[in-house]
């Protein structure tokens, strides 16, 4: 009988069809263990087998994404020169069809987790606001991660990582890290990667390179986001920017950067490499050849419809406003991503004041550590003062606006709280939040300063 049909109580075909059908390499494992038979289908067509789940995981841009893990193996071998590395990889086609190495296996999830979380922040700021996770449709998705990986393997040849290969290598012809190297070396490495770097890009259609230019704005936005909102606190290089810096260390660091888990302490090294080797790294290469071609490195081009690209904050009106920049009920989580509640204080002087603001267990700060935000922001749209009578929980609202609602009635929600807990209340003081004399323990006690002044609505 066939070796191919001869299995005890398996279909070769069936458990094929089985198999390529896996989401990840792990449950692949996991199956092909589970029965002899199994792994004998498995053996038999391990090509066509690992290359179907390869896709299933790492998604439609696996060739850019195996290309990247190539280079960055090529690099780690010692005795392979610099030149000859960027000459394979710049030859070496995106294959479609790529036979995979265990070591390969090993290398393509955690550069493509990245991929995939950079693609979510992606979709919410350029598709649909609404939700968190990619809204990509599989054409555009494709677009992004193909640009992705392509400026993965870009920082991997020319960034960071590029000069410290090129350090420890014998082919290098002087010291990317030495304080006193010489102008003129410099300027004629700086030339020769520049014109390395372009033909690094020709070899893509002017329309990929459109989207190669749009992720790289995204990137550069996110990472100079992340500063300006307080994620990354050891960044203290004045003569650099950071969303430059993150990209000549890649996506990944991009990608942490935008989290909050850059280590910037650990990279001092880096600033005299990125002065004399690639301010502004990747844009200036990418506009050149844009410009060239009658385009831009902001054009739109990877999204073919947005959600809402014609909403304005309800509240405001105002045009300026980004559309992911926009908030409802819907998208709150990404308002406390971008607003450190923590940090929002009630009006007037009360945070001077330590009776409210310390005392268990209705304290502000007791209360705002252990009550959700999402909660309190519903609670907050429950107790709306007059002023704010037309505002709904379904309005787009900027971040300027909804930022406003939330402080302007903390202690109103905070004296809400207190009464939900059966807390007596006192009496109201006449100047409310705005008196200065609640810091004198005696009076903020005596009087409930937890209300506007007299007259106010």
């Given at each position: 009988m ?28 996991a ?45 780690r ?33 955690s550069?493509a987790?990245?991929v995939q ?10 598709k ?8 990509l449709t ?12 392509r ?5 991997s ?36 990667c520049?014109l390395?770097?372009?033909?690094f890009?020709?070899?893509f ?8 230019g ?19 606190d050891?960044?203290e290089?004045?003569n ?38 690639s ?6 290469v ?16 990877i999204?073919d ?15 300026n ?7 409802n ?18 009006l ?5 004041n ?7 267990p ?37 971040t300027?606006c909804?930022?406003t ?10 004296l ?15 100047d409310?939040y ?14 409930n300063h ?8």
């Amino acid at each position: 009988m066939n070796a191919e049909t001869n299995s005890c109580f398996v279909n070769s075909d069936l458990t094929d069809r089985i198999l390529t059908n896996l989401p990840s390499f792990g449950t692949l494992q996991a199956t092909i263990l589970t029965s002899k038979s199994i792994h004998a289908v498995f053996c038999r067509r391990r090509k066509s087998i690992i290359r179907a789940v390869a896709y299933n995981q790492i998604g439609p841009a696996l060739p850019q994404a195996l290309r990247l893990v190539r280079c960055k193996q090529a690099q780690r071998r010692k005795k392979q020169p610099v030149t000859d590395v960027e000459e394979n990889l710049r030859t070496h086609p995106e294959l479609e069809d790529p036979d995979i190495s265990n070591r390969e296996i090993k290398a393509l999830p955690s550069k493509a987790s990245v991929v995939q979380e950079l693609e979510n922040t992606f979709s919410y700021r350029a598709k649909d606001r609404r939700f968190k996770t990619s809204q990509l449709t599989p054409v555009e998705r494709l677009r992004f991660q193909k640009a992705a990986y392509r400026i993965w393997l870009y920082s991997s040849l020319y960034g960071f990582e590029g000069c410290v290969v090129r350090r420890r290598r014998t082919d290098a012809t002087f010291d990317l890290f030495a304080e006193d190297i010489d102008a003129e070396d410099i300027a004629d490495y700086t030339e020769d990667c520049s014109l390395k770097q372009k033909k690094f890009f020709y070899q893509f259609p002017t329309p990929e390179v459109r989207e190669i230019g749009e992720v790289v704005t995204f990137m550069k936005d996110i990472a100079r986001q992340s500063e300006e909102i307080g994620l990354v606190d050891d960044f203290e290089a004045s003569n650099w920017y950071l969303e430059d810096i993150a990209l000549f260390h890649g996506p990944e660091e991009v990608y942490l950067t935008s989290m909050g888990d850059a280590d910037w302490a650990a990279c001092d090294g880096i600033y005299i490499i990125f002065e004399k080797h690639s301010s502004n790294f990747l844009a200036n290469v990418l506009s050149s050849i844009l410009t060239d071609c009658g385009d831009s490195i902001t054009t739109k081009v990877i999204v073919d419809k947005m959600v809402g690209p014609d909403d304005k904050c309800q509240a405001c009106a105002r045009d300026n406003v980004a559309s992911h920049d926009l908030f409802n009920s819907s998208n709150w989580s990404s308002f406390f991503d971008i607003v450190n509640f923590s940090e929002l204080a009630p009006l007037g002087y009360l945070t001077e004041n330590m009776f409210e603001m310390e005392s268990e267990p209705c304290g502000f700060f007791y209360l705002r550590e252990f009550a959700p935000t999402m909660i309190i922001l519903e609670e907050i749209f429950e107790l709306k003062t007059e002023a704010y009578k037309s505002w709904e929980k379904d309005d787009w609202m900027c971040t300027d606006c909804l930022t406003t609602l939330v402080t302007d009635h903390l202690h109103v929600w905070h004296l809400a709280q207190k009464r939900k807990h059966g807390l007596e209340i006192s009496e109201d003081c006449p100047d409310g939040y705005r008196c200065w004399e609640q810091s004198d323990e005696d009076h903020a006690e005596e009087y409930n300063h937890l209300c506007g002044p007299a007259g106010e609505s």
